[in-house]
């Protein structure tokens, strides 16, 4: 039987949370969620155990050299650009089961209700596991899709390291990842990515759906300030070159900035590193990354020139050593208008309630945006919460959002026979 769209084309809700616990019984966390870090064991284990599945349901796998995986269903015309559809399987350390991972595994959800349906389509179906989405481990995030897109370089990339000192390419390489294909020459017809919305608008608003019609851009600024080792005790307050209380100052003033530019943006910091982190030495060094984001290309713009200009004044009169280097940045992005509208009729089709929505957080559809018309649609998750092992959503809400995934997809990849 072969099934038209507007009929009760449906995925199987059951088989994809199934799908979802398998995954995250890989890279566990301490507290119910997954650290399944990029380019670790856990991340290859996870990457086989998505390979499995999907060669199980027919697909074929291809792998370019940032490890991107490819997972490929023909279609009936050899000529026509695959429809993409993924997200990313590495989570942060202290990370939910659902960031990312909902995405991946919904396509594969995708393709075996097509197979179950007997729909063929007229561009083939690409399953996409992105790496390093997070950038939890290698800054930036979106590491590899920015690659693919040509915004970053593969050299660059490579070279990125962690808090070891482990570079991505050596690692990548270590789990055996380094696939043949030149990262970027893949074409794309379209690009879709299913989330969940990581924060607490659906839920509050009561909507199944949300329609990303955009992604507020971002800046990741990297501070390193230099002070003075030197013993917390015997040291006279008046003799100290503080670097941690020049980092204390910069955080409060982070928060004014974000403040001062509301409704609409955000600011704050999530890593410190201290040298020498001893207990009664003040630190010699103070690195930390400053996450500053806005909807609006303006104001992002101008709170990272009033940080970057007040910064240097906390540390001028400190007498802190400061240096800034930008290691994370895209610009706003604005999605396809025909893939969103494709999004809400789907929505619309099966009843589901929805809202348009901006995606607050980034995803490797921001760079897809940049090299193929891309779009996302989004889940609700319980009291908004992401990047903390408590994320949580419901088997309704994940496979909602999966049917109305499967809808645009087949509506964009169009349905033969
Ligand atoms: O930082 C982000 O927005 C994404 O979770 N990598
Ligand atoms: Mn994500
Ligand atoms: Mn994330």
Same mark, same amino acid.
């Given at each position: 039987?072969?099934a %038209?769209?507007?009929?009760?084309?449906? !995925? &199987?809700g059951?088989?994809?949370w199934d799908?979802?616990m398998?995954?995250?019984?890989i890279?566990?966390?301490?507290?119910?969620?997954?650290?399944?870090?990029?380019l670790?064991?856990e991340?290859a $284990?996870?990457?086989?155990?998505?390979?499995?599945?999907?060669?199980?349901? @027919?697909?074929?796998?291809?792998?370019?050299t940032? @490890? &991107?995986?490819?997972?490929?269903?023909?279609?009936?015309d050899?000529?026509?650009?695959?429809?993409?559809?993924?997200?990313?399987?590495?989570?942060?350390?202290?990370?939910?089961?659902?960031?990312?991972v =909902?995405?991946?595994?919904?396509g594969l $959800?995708v393709?075996?209700?097509?197979?179950?349906?007997? #729909?063929k389509?007229?561009?083939?179906?690409? !399953?996409? &596991?992105?790496?390093?989405?997070?950038?939890?481990?290698?800054?930036?995030?979106?590491?590899?899709s920015?690659?693919?897109a040509?915004?970053?370089? %593969?050299d660059?990339?490579?070279?990125?390291?962690?808090?070891?000192?482990?570079?991505?390419?050596?690692?990548l390489?270590?789990i055996?990842?380094v696939g043949?294909e030149e990262?970027?020459?893949?074409?794309m017809?379209?690009?879709f990515?299913y989330? /969940?919305?990581?924060?607490? /608008? =659906?839920?509050?608003e009561?909507?199944?759906?949300?329609?990303?019609?955009?992604?507020?851009?971002l800046?990741?600024?990297?501070?390193?300030l230099?002070?003075?080792?030197?013993h917390?005790?015997?040291?006279?307050?008046?003799?100290?070159v503080?670097?941690? =209380?020049?980092?204390?100052? /910069?955080?409060?003033?982070?928060?004014?900035?974000?403040?001062?530019n509301?409704?609409?943006?955000?600011?704050?910091?999530? %890593? !410190?590193?201290?040298?020498?982190?001893?207990?009664?030495v003040?630190?010699?060094?103070?690195?930390?990354?400053?996450? #500053?984001?806005?909807p609006e %290309?303006?104001?992002l713009?101008?709170?990272?020139?009033?940080?970057?200009?007040?910064?240097?004044? #906390?540390c001028?009169?400190? @007498?802190?050593?400061?240096?800034? $280097?930008?290691?994370?940045?895209f610009d706003?992005?604005?999605?396809?208008?025909?893939?969103v509208?494709s999004?809400?009729?789907a929505?619309?089709d099966l009843?589901?309630?929805?809202?348009?929505?901006?995606?607050?957080?980034?995803?490797?559809?921001?760079?897809?945006?940049? !090299?193929?018309p891309?779009?996302?649609?989004?889940?609700?998750?319980?009291?908004?919460?992401?990047?903390?092992?408590?994320?949580? #959503?419901s088997?309704?809400?994940?496979?909602?959002?999966?049917?109305v =995934?499967?809808?645009?997809?087949?509506?964009?990849?169009?349905?033969v026979?």
């Amino acid at each position: 039987m072969t099934a %038209q769209p507007g009929t009760n084309l449906r !995925v &199987n809700g059951d088989r994809l949370w199934d799908m979802l616990m398998e995954m995250a019984k890989i890279g566990p966390g301490i507290a119910g969620g997954n650290n399944r870090q990029t380019l670790t064991d856990e991340d290859a $284990e996870g990457r086989r155990l998505f390979q499995r599945w999907c060669e199980d349901a @027919g697909l074929t796998m291809g792998v370019d050299t940032m @490890g &991107n995986m490819f997972m490929t269903r023909p279609g009936t015309d050899p000529d026509a650009l695959p429809v993409y559809v993924g997200s990313h399987l590495d989570t942060q350390p202290t990370g939910g089961k659902y960031d990312g991972v =909902l995405g991946v595994l919904a396509g594969l $959800e995708v393709v075996r209700s097509m197979n179950d349906l007997n #729909i063929k389509t007229k561009h083939p179906i690409v !399953v996409t &596991n992105w790496t390093n989405e997070e950038g939890a481990r290698f800054a930036p995030a979106m590491l590899a899709s920015g690659v693919f897109a040509g915004v970053l370089t %593969q050299d660059y990339a490579y070279a990125r390291k962690d808090m070891e000192g482990k570079n991505f390419g050596d690692e990548l390489k270590r789990i055996g990842w380094v696939g043949d294909e030149e990262v970027g020459s893949r074409k794309m017809h379209a690009y879709f990515e299913y989330h /969940i919305e990581q924060g607490p /608008i =659906l839920e509050a608003e009561e909507k199944q759906i949300g329609v990303v019609t955009h992604c507020q851009g971002l800046w990741w600024l990297e501070f390193t300030l230099t002070g003075k080792e030197a013993h917390t005790g015997s040291t006279p307050m008046n003799h100290r070159v503080n670097a941690g =209380l020049a980092m204390a100052r /910069i955080m409060e003033m982070v928060q004014t900035v974000a403040m001062d530019n509301q409704p609409g943006c955000v600011g704050g910091v999530g %890593q !410190v590193k201290f040298s020498p982190n001893s207990r009664n030495v003040l630190p010699g060094t103070v690195i930390f990354t400053v996450d #500053i984001r806005s909807p609006e %290309q303006a104001k992002l713009d101008g709170m990272r020139a009033r940080i970057e200009k007040e910064a240097g004044e #906390i540390c001028a009169a400190l @007498g802190v050593g400061c240096s800034i $280097e930008a290691v994370g940045h895209f610009d706003p992005v604005t999605f396809d208008p025909t893939l969103v509208a494709s999004v809400r009729k789907a929505a619309e089709d099966l009843g589901y309630s929805h809202m348009n929505i901006i995606s607050g957080a980034g995803h490797d559809a921001c760079w897809a945006a940049k !090299v193929a018309p891309a779009t996302m649609i989004m889940c609700p998750c319980v009291g908004g919460l992401s990047h903390n092992e408590a994320e949580e #959503i419901s088997k309704d809400w994940a496979s909602a959002g999966c049917d109305v =995934l499967l809808r645009a997809v087949l509506e964009t990849a169009e349905i033969v026979g």
